[in-house]
Nanobody, 117 residues
Framework: QVQLVESGGGLVQPGGSLRPSCAASESIFARSTMGWYRQTPGNQRELLATITNAGSTTYADSVKGRFTISRDNANNTLYLQMNSLKPEDTAGYYC???????????WGQGTQVTVSS
C-alpha cells in the first residue's frame, strides 16, 4: 500500500511563493503519472497539475503560468512550485495518481496553504 506524505505548506502573503512536496513510500511512484490536487471545505478536490514519469506536464487554467509541477523519481518525491499566490489559492493540497493513470492510492493528510495578508 503506497503511502503519501505531503509537506511544505504554510501561511504566505498574496504574491508570495511556496513549494509543497509529496513523498511516496514505494518505487511505483517513478512509473506513475502523478497529480497535485487541492480541496477547500465543502468542495470536491480540484486537479491542478499532472506530470508523467517522463516529465510531461498539464495544468488547470486556474494555476497555469503560476504553478510548476516537478518530480524526483530517484527519491519518490513530487513538488509543486507555487508563485504569485492569491487568497483563492487557500486550500489543503494533496498529491495522488493522475486521472487515467493507475488507480488512486490512499490519500495523505495533505498540507495546508493559506494566502492572507
Amino acid at each position: 500500500q503506497v503511502q503519501l506524505v505531503e509537506s511544505g505548506g504554510g501561511l504566505v502573503q498574496p504574491g508570495g511563493s511556496l513549494r509543497p512536496s509529496c513523498a511516496a513510500s514505494e518505487s511505483i511512484f517513478a512509473r506513475s503519472t502523478m497529480g497535485w490536487y487541492r480541496q477547500t471545505p465543502g468542495n470536491q478536490r480540484e486537479l491542478l497539475a499532472t506530470i508523467t514519469n517522463a516529465g510531461s506536464t498539464t495544468y488547470a487554467d486556474s494555476v497555469k503560468g503560476r504553478f510548476t509541477i516537478s518530480r524526483d523519481n530517484a527519491n519518490n518525491t513530487l513538488y509543486l512550485q507555487m508563485n504569485s499566490l492569491k487568497p483563492e489559492d487557500t486550500a489543503g493540497y494533496y498529491c495522488n495518481t493522475a486521472p487515467g493513470s493507475t488507480r488512486l492510492w490512499p490519500w495523505g493528510q495533505g498540507t495546508q496553504v493559506t494566502v492572507s495578508s
